[in-house]
């Protein structure tokens, strides 16, 4: 009697299950390691442009003496202009005037220093301004479209100097 030689229904079988179960899992991980890095991603964009949206308003904010914020108004406000005399010069006359405003055009956060506008934030969702005394709280939240959609939000509080200095 002669054999045949072939694969019998039961190898063929296995080898299709297991090579199944080898491509599940696979694909499975390449889809969580894609999802992670997108989530990942996410969420570096928006904090990282929340962060610098932070870091250029603190910046203004450490020199500010006064602002168009109403004092004690508890409704936050997206929209606001500080100003500050620079003392560094070695005479009054040499003294100068600044002032910086931010606003929120969409989701642009725009910023204008001594008249020239430039972009700090360009996916900021919210931003609020309030004023109690000198200290002024600031609210800024970024949003990366993602997937998955990710909000980093900021909150920081500035105390502000003092209208005058004595000479």
Do not use: C
Not at 29 to 36: C, K, S, T, V
Not at 65 to 90: A, E, H, K, M, R
Request: hydrophobic share 40%; net charge negative.
């Amino acid at each position: 009697m002669s054999r045949q030689k072939g694969f019998t229904l039961l190898e063929i079988l296995l080898v299709l299950v297991i090579g199944g179960a080898a491509l599940t899992t696979a694909s499975a991980a390449y889809f969580q390691l894609m999802w992670g890095n997108g989530r990942i991603r996410s969420a570096v964009i928006s904090g990282m442009d929340a962060n610098n949206a932070a870091l250029a308003i603190q910046k203004d904010l450490v020199m500010t003496q006064s602002s168009n914020l109403t004092d004690g108004d508890p409704t936050p406000q997206n929209s606001v202009t500080f100003s500050w005399i620079d003392y560094t010069g070695f005479e009054s006359s040499n003294y100068s005037s600044h002032s910086s405003s931010y606003s929120l055009a969409g989701t642009t956060l725009w910023r204008i220093y001594d008249g020239a506008s430039e972009i700090v934030g360009r996916k900021i969702t919210y931003l609020g301004f309030t004023q109690q005394d000198r200290v002024i709280n600031v609210v800024i939240t970024s949003t990366e479209a993602g997937p998955p959609e990710t909000d980093k939000t900021v909150e920081f509080n500035v105390l502000t100097r003092a209208e005058e200095v004595a000479e």
